[in-house]
């Protein structure tokens, strides 16, 4: 379907415009990941609305504090204004165990790969 949907485009994508360019590599944001610095990059960060969504809505705190006590779960945050919760985990099979244990307490819950990453 993707192979005839781009025929249908041709090469210069929607409209005549080029299709977009692959996502740049950071490097150093990505060398974090290869050693390990997941805890300190997210230490030296923070979410200035998730205390204020945390005291509105407490399932937000819930979910961070179950994504946080989930085997090999690095620190679990919300993103942006409060619509999801996430966390980084050590391993894809990690992230996958936390997914659908999170689903069994009846949240809507996926696991997915950062580009680039690497877990294995």
Known sequence: ???RA????????????????????????TALFGIGAVRSLFAATRNDLEPYAAAREPSVRRAIAALSAAPGALPARMSGSGATVFALFSSRVGAARAARAMRARGWWSMDASLYGAGAP
């Open 1 to 3: 379907r993707r192979a």
């Open 6 to 29: 781009r025929g249908a485009l041709g090469s210069r994508g929607c409209g005549g415009a080029p299709p977009p360019p692959p996502p740049p590599a950071d490097p150093p944001f």
